[in-house]
């Protein structure tokens, strides 16, 4: 079992920023993709981000430039830093990962999602 444990939604005014993070635990062997997909009221669940445990990097073509993401493979933690937010931002933002167990085995699990609210 792999938890994924999101922080750092809130409530932010237009052009504001805010960093989220997700922390792995539990039985981890290795992990290969950590990203972010956000979900707004009324749409289908959408990709934000991913990153590779080797650093690469994939974006929705629509955030490049705003969006930054980043990890620690050493705490098992990815980071999303959001800035010049939007009120179309406005969304529940879940982490996703996924990788293997120590027998061979594959695993890929969702976080609870937080809840990041872009409004004056």
């Known amino acids: 079992q792999v938890q994924l444990v999101e922080s750092g939604g809130g409530l932010v005014q237009p052009g504001g920023s805010l960093r989220l993070s997700c922390a792995a635990s539990?039985?981890?062997?290795?992990?290969?993709?950590m990203g972010w997909h956000r979900q707004a009221p009324g749409k289908q669940r959408e990709l934000v981000a991913a990153?590779?445990?080797?650093?690469?990097?994939n974006y929705a073509e629509s955030l490049k430039g705003r969006f930054t993401i980043s990890r620690d493979n050493a705490k098992n933690t990815v980071y999303l830093q959001m800035n010049s937010l939007k009120p179309e931002d406005t969304a529940v933002y879940y982490c996703?990962?996924?990788?293997?167990?120590?027998?061979?085995?594959?695993?890929?699990?969702w976080g609870q999602g937080t809840q990041v609210n872009v409004s004056s």
């Open positions: 996703n990962a996924d990788g293997e167990t120590i027998v061979g085995g594959t695993w890929n699990y």
């Open positions: 990153i590779t445990s080797g650093g690469s990097t």
């Open positions: 539990g039985s981890i062997f290795n992990i290969n993709a």
